[in-house]
């Protein structure tokens, strides 16, 4: 009996490390469909999107810190590569639509930013959501204080025109990030 309880065991780590590749493509399941509001304090629509090009979708912790300012200004710098691709960039955090301002104008962000106050749409991503917090920045000489309401990991994913999610990864660099997406983007271009 308990051979068969340790080789349960064995198959079901076995399958959940097979299953939960850290980088996955041709991930080929349907995209979960939300509505956000953006920086400009606007409703984004992810179904408005499918159909028309690859939506990148990336969740990143929060606006003005080391790693998240460093993916971000990365997409930045290759956005003309994603239009390219027919891609369009959105970040998603749990940052509040004032401190997607900030960090859009601060950084000369190209892209679409939602706010994910309550991490409902990470969630039914499946990246992991934590406690939020504030953070303080100086921008131009002035005190900024940014404030989140949860705290989202880093997780990227590509959604192709069908709606279907065709690469995960939730271990990502965040200086690498901008162009593994590319790549991916490039190679499932070629493919079509």
Known sequence: MKMKVVL?????????????NAKEAGV???APLFKAVNADGEMWNLEDHIGKSFIVLYFYPAAMTGGCTQQACAYRDNIEEFKAL???????????VKGLQVFRDSQN???????????????MYGAPVGQGGMIER???GKSVSLTRGVTISRWT?????E??????NADVNAAKD?????AVLKKAQKES
């Open 8 to 20: 349960a065991s064995f198959l079901v780590l076995f399958l959940y490390f097979a299953f939960s």
């Open 28 to 30: 080929a399941e349907k």
């Open 86 to 96: 027919n891609a369009k960039v959105v970040g998603v955090s749990g940052d509040n």
């Open 109 to 123: 962000l190209n892209f679409e930013l939602l706010s994910d106050p309550d991490g409902s749409i990470a969630r």
């Open 138 to 140: 100086n921008i131009g």
């Open 157 to 161: 994913y590509i959604i192709d025109k």
């Open 163 to 168: 709606g279907n999610i065709i690469y995960k």
């Open 178 to 182: 901008a162009a593994e997406v590319l």
